[in-house]
């Protein structure tokens, strides 16, 4: 009797794990199976071609656009070699942050950047014979025909990026570590000294991609999604905005700002080149305003630094404390600007802060350069061009009655008198109860100061400060 009851629940123990069986063999649904039990239309976008912050302005409007259409996806179709990470960068943030499901589609490449993107994605579906990896950033400078890997704390920078992305998506970080760095080594997968790229079956193989498919269609259906494709193209503006925001371009900007606001400081009034230099800033600022790159902290700084310029000019003789301030504000607007980030990204451990220091820097040499140019070349410049017209290329001699000043003797030279109006470094001077305009050397002297006549020259008479 006990042998039998011993063996009714032996029996009764097996059957019960035979029906749990299934139950628990069963894994869990991935994010693409839990998704396709949402019902709704799906934005789908394309990248064909070079990364940039025109992209990343085209995936943020579709991103929105899914959001105000209450969409069940966005999906973009990639084909891209690579381009700007800072760009990349800031397509990641925005996929990540996304509140609905994101998919893309690899048809045929995803290469360098495109593969940070790609592991943004909570879905990826790639084409046959795509392929995926070779992520490791380069730069290149003048005169360089191949350009080179980066230094290591930016390569550093891009591993660490990669990595994270694709662990938050539940892929494999040693994978996408070994497509940035050659000296990661996955075993059985990539060897060291070669960067790991994969094609459509190893992709699928070692889960960095989901699904093989052909069209964008038959991708969303593998994924999980039927409901109806809204496609959205990028639209002129964002183009437009991409060729303003390019590195050379923003250089450009930049250097013409400083070149016309030089030539509005030499011209009496305010004209055409302060109007040009403002609207070289502004055309700098708004571009990457529009691409999500600047905000009002920018414009504001930079408007305080050109505050403190002009109160230094105009309020306090010399150059000193708050014209240094004033500049210093411009230059970091300028470098916020042409950064990637907000200001929690202005630290000197992020990359694309020195990438910004530097472009700035070179930059504002090439502007310093070209305003020594025009102060060599402007008075001579008998072209009528541009020299002639800012320039006065006669002269008003005293022999016809012309003169700057009372007369004075030539008895001048070595009498002391004060300053009556700022000499900056023209300006009056009280010498034997005359007023006279005089001019120092290059240095600005306050009124009320004493100066000594040191020479007198044609139409000029020169002093320094005792």
Known sequence: MLVQNLRRRALLALACAAALLPALAQEEP??????????????????????????????????????????????????????????????RDALLGAKMHTAVFINRRAISAGVLISLA???????????????????????????????EKYLSYFREEMRSTAETNGRNGDLAEAMVDADKEVEGVSEKGKLLTLNTQSALEHKIADVEAETVEEALGKIGFGGPIVTLERSWSESLVGFLT???????????????????????????????????????????YMVNLAGWEELLLFALGVALILVEVFAFPGFGVVGALGIL???ASLVMLLMAGDWSDFTFSNPFTGEAVTQVAATALAGLLAVVLLIRWLPHSRSGVLGGKLVLDGGLASAAGYASHEAAGDDLVGRTGEVVSPLRPAGKARIDGQRLNVETEGDFIAVGETVRVLRREEGRIVVRRV
């Open 30 to 91: 991935t994010p693409a199976e839990a998704a396709a039990k949402v019902d709704g239309p799906v934005v789908v976008g394309k990248i064909d071609g070079e990364i940039g912050f025109a992209e990343s302005a085209y995936v943020v409007r579709l991103i929105k656009a899914a959001e105000t259409q209450s969409a069940a996806a966005v999906m973009i179709e990639l084909n891209t070699f690579g381009g700007r990470v800072d760009a990349a960068v800031a397509i």
């Open 121 to 151: 994605c909570k879905s990826i579906a790639i084409a046959p014979g795509g392929t995926i990896g070779a992520a490791t950033p380069v730069m290149s400078a003048p005169g360089q025909e191949v350009a080179q890997p980066v230094e």
């Open 246 to 288: 390019s590195a050379p371009v923003a250089s450009i900007l930049f250097l013409a700002m400083m070149v016309l606001a030089y030539m509005e400081y030499q011209t009496p009034g305010f004209g055409v080149f302060g109007f040009g230099a403002i609207c070289c800033f502004l055309i700098l600022y708004f571009g990457h």
């Open 329 to 331: 504000s411009v230059l």
